[in-house]
């Protein structure tokens, strides 16, 4: 009970800094070789050189480094595990295959982590973990379209409830933002994120039939797309410099790097007589965001080991009310009763999708029991909740 306990804590708070160090970087202000230096820091203008660090891109690549690290921990129990006991260290029985098929799932890891990075800089922490409630209703879409799955009218009705929930966030962040002057940028960004959570349940769909396929250990398949992820992406980022949106570059790693040598030495919050000296504020978010997107997809698959997908997907709910009070807290965000609501009956759509909860005198439900039967798995047999698939979106 303890140890589950302690995992449990280990996951909510990995998960919940991993949000919140990103949201350090951009709001950590730093002189860089120009200002604005990407189409995403172009609302930031202000005519000085000192400008946010608006890098989605590059902070994706941070991402995949902190994935990427998983794969050491596997490496570390694969071999002590050949060492106690050989048969039960894995074996790679598919050759090549069972390794660069995961190539394609980080790619779709990398375009739905970059659009929600570049969402995140253009709206907010709570809005970005709130609407990524929504890859629910996407996965579910897919599952229909692609496998053939059966869903139940229990799950119709989460995905309804789901999508009222984002209405509810979307209108009043919309309302909210448009009184501060910056509704388009904020419109774009929940359009990012939204979207980025269709790319992930592509993703989630794909590393599923993967891995009944191919056997592969969850902090396997995590480390792989984090080192396919951080190579493909590191290679993008060269012609990203070249390609213009309204007449500034997509991502510029040169002036990321200027921007973190040039770095502050205390981390930013919505409060002016409250500093957190830290040496240097960028160095310290990126350190922690790689540290804690390592130890979240550990604990995470732990979890999903020692207790089940369910549980997962319950903390990765509390994470998002972490990180609303934790921006409340630092005075980046102001309190809406509507945003609650919006967010309450987007939990609500989720565990019942999930089972967290059943509603029997409303909808029937299927059997899970088999006894001690053992069935071979059928395409149509997939677990595609979001929260069963090991490092579904990383973040």
Known sequence: MIGALALAIGMLVSGSFNT???????????????????????????????????????????????????????????YSARWRDPSTAWKNEHGWK???????????????TSMMYAGLALSSASIYQMLRGAIVVFTALLSVVWLRKRLYRFH??????????????????????????????????????????AVQSVQCVAQEKFIRKFGTPDLMLVGLEGI????????????MYFVHIGGYPIEDAGDAWAQIT??????????????????????????GNIASIAFFNVFGIK??????????????????????????VLGWEEFHALQLVGFIIMVMGTFMYNE???????????????GSQSLPLKEQDLDLRPSAVAGAGGA
Request: glycine residues 8%; charged residues 10%; contains cysteine.
């Open 98 to 112: 069972a390794i660069f098929c995961y190539a394609c799932t980080a790619a779709c890891d990398m375009t739905a």
């Open 303 to 328: 979890i999903t080991t020692v207790l089940s997908a369910s549980h997962r997907m319950v903390l990765d709910s509390l994470r998002t009310c972490v990180v609303w009070g934790v921006a409340l």
């Open 228 to 239: 396919f992820g951080s190579i493909i992406l590191g290679v993008l980022l060269i012609p």
């Open 262 to 287: 040039n770095s502050p030495s205390e981390l930013p919050t919505g409060h002016a007589s409250w500093h957190l000296p830290v040496g240097n504020a960028l160095v310290v978010a990126i350190v």
């Open 20 to 78: 919140i160090s990103n949201e350090f970087m951009d709001k950590v202000h730093s002189k860089g070789l120009r200002n604005p230096s990407t189409f995403w820091g172009k609302q930031d203008q202000d005519g000085s050189s000192i400008g946010a660090f608006s890098h989605p891109f590059v902070q994706a690549e941070f991402m995949f480094i902190g994935e990427a690290i998983c794969m050491l921990v596997f490496l570390a129990r694969n």
């Open 156 to 197: 119709w009705t989460a995905i309804l409830l789901v999508v009222a929930g984002v209405c509810i966030v979307g209108v009043q962040s919309m309302e909210q933002s448009g009184s501060s002057g910056k509704g388009a940028g904020t419109m774009l960004g929940m359009i990012l994120i939204l979207a980025a959570q």
């Open 356 to 370: 967290v909860f059943r509603v029997r005198f409303l909808f029937s439900y299927p059997a899970r029991d088999i």
